[in-house]
């Protein structure tokens, strides 16, 4: 891959690429290739400018080694297996896998004789002396590459053909698991994300807004979204302008500016504005691709045991040769220091953790659990704090509407359908609650407002009849409108929130218009999760939430919280993050909504539900698929059984191929035996780590 270096400075270095642009499937493949180096800090890359940014830790050679590694990237290649590729485009296909090796390594026993049989082996090896030698004499380093293409050609030194040819099926049948587990894995996830889908607005001949499916989108038509909402489509801006969060496409953590002209990509989130598009590329072009961008960045997303396993695998192939060189030193027995090369730790320590997590994703999932990667398993694990948001979070994502209270000069039916006629905009629990209650009366209400603006995680603002409305919390319509409340509507606001109950705040020209009751229903299961959460050495399970004082109090007692804070806005929820991470092992953050995204963002491992904003969805690393929370504590404990296999699984290793070395040292076991036991080790352990974690550990089941 080819470009100019425009910047290069104090470990940053900014590249301008020569070459097209990098398709999100080729970004995540050059994130993974050049992680495994060990030094970098932050990799994006802006498709619009075509620039690539990188921060890393080390001295010149992490600098030398990271522009290699770019340098010799082909975004036009797939990723491929020894042998043969299999791409993310296959997820979710009936591809077939290539030939069993088992059937092809039997077939050639029985039918061929041994001279062809051989003149096969030698061809089959050349792909694997060639990767051997790219990797000694190109890039200078001693790999598990280097490594296998050594013992083959000790192997074809001696003319043990047999014992090559052994080898190289041994190679072929772990590369076969390896594709057949992440096919699997990988076909369960794509199943869960395609069968998803939003409503979204678009504007008609006559200029109104109307809702319909995504799937009902044609290129050309004019698409409208707000703060909170997933755009839809890749287009061009007609109207508005918005900040919005591209980090699912181009990997950049700050929103980006998007005004009249600019282009916009399906699958991001906009953070704060409102936009009209225009649909150039719509339906299965943009949301299969969203899905299989996720999938790719599940993969590329490690876990830090992973990332260090495969370097301690690395940093053992060096010994390995020396451990020979020494036994022929030593003994002057090339057949025993050829045993040392056919002994390798790193083949099954590269390819058992990456498995489980595989395993850990595919299970989870099928319990409603979406993992995002690797290394969140880990958070999860490693966490001591849960921190949930109320709304929409401990209570259902349908909540009720109760009372709604007006004042003079307005009606409670004036009121209601005004709110409905607002809320109808964004999707939110409580906005779909007040439209399910207009809807129900049978409240028709028309579009008689102008443009409505939603102020980022605090409320509507709007024209209605040239009068200024405002809709949202307290802290909106009080604290930043600085509307004031007189004595009789301060009354009405303790009355209404004393069972728990959440409000929403109606205001027309700077006077309260209407207070609107939201019957928060706790969700099934609440208790328990928590009670399972203390269980599994969870120290501290903290609630937050915007209500007042009285009613947090209530909430916190009928769901089992000990432990609470009131009356905050989103930003000082953030900061209640980050304060418990400096006083903690790790923190889980749960919510949904679109003024929760600050604070998943700040947590060690943010949770959102299924049927939350767009954005929440977006920044947080786990989801709870079918709404139910008991899907937490499945989290934890199924990243629990993740990180004990993980480790099980490197302590085997370590110990089986030990002791196949000390065995091949002493010259107990020859060479075709020794590659028996060594590779047969790594089947075995790649079985293994394909196993179900739930079902295992079930005759020790933790309460769920």
Known sequence: MDGNILSDLNGRIRIKLSSPGLTPRAFDRLSAVITKLGALKYLSYNP????????????????????????????????????FELTVQAVGEDTPLPFNPIWNYLLKKIILPAPIRYAITAVKAIPYLFEGLKYLLWRGQLTVEVLDASALT?????RNFSSAGTLLFFFSLSNYLEAW????????????????????????????????????ISVGQKVVVRAGGLIPVDGRVLEGEAMVNQATMTGEPLPVRKSVGGAVFAGTTIEEGRLVLRADKVGGQTRIRSIIDYITESEASKSGVQGRAERIADSIVPYNFILAGLVYLFTQNPLKAGNVLLVDYSCAIRLSTPLVVLTAMREGNECGVLVKGGRYFEELDNADTVVFDKTGTLTEAK??????????PYE?????????????????????????????????????????????????????????VLLGSRHFIVGDEKIVLTPEEEKEVIRLSEDGSSLVYLAVDDKLAALIVIKDKLREGVKETIEALRSSDIDRVVMLT?????????????????????????????????????????VIMVGDGLNDSAALSQASVGVAMHDGSELAKDVAKVQLLNGNIKGLALARVLSGYTMRRIHYNYRLIILLNSLFLTLGLFGIIGPTITALLHNSTTIMVALRATRPLLVENSQNPKKI
């Open 48 to 83: 619009l400018s075509n620039r690539i940014l990188l921060l890393y830790k080390g001295g010149l050679k992490a600098r030398s080694n990271l522009l290699s590694a770019l340098a010799e990237f082909d975004p036009g290649q797939s990723r491929a297996l020894a042998g």
């Open 154 to 158: 000790v192997l074809f030194y001696r």
């Open 181 to 216: 587990t992440k096919r699997r894995s990988l076909s369960g996830l794509y199943r869960s994300l395609s069968g998803h889908e939003e409503i979204v607005w678009i504007v008609n001949e006559n200029g109104e807004e109307v809702k319909t499916k995504e799937s009902e």
């Open 399 to 408: 909540p009720e509407l109760g009372e709604v209270r007006p004042f003079e």
């Open 412 to 468: 409670r039916n004036q009121a209601l359908r005004l709110a409905a006629c607002l809320e109808e905009h964004f999707p939110h629990p409580v906005g779909r609650a007040v439209v399910r209650q207009a809807q129900k009366e049978n409240l028709k209400h028309h579009e008689e407002h102008t443009t409505v603006n939603y102020v980022v995680a605090h409320g509507i603002s709007s024209t209605w009849h040239e009068r200024k």
């Open 546 to 586: 915007g209500d007042l004082e009285t009613a947090a109090k209530h909430m916190a007692s009928r769901a089992g919280f000990t432990e609470y804070r009131a009356e905050l806005l989103p930003d000082q929820k953030a900061s209640i993050i980050k304060e418990l991470r400096q006083s903690s092992q790790g």
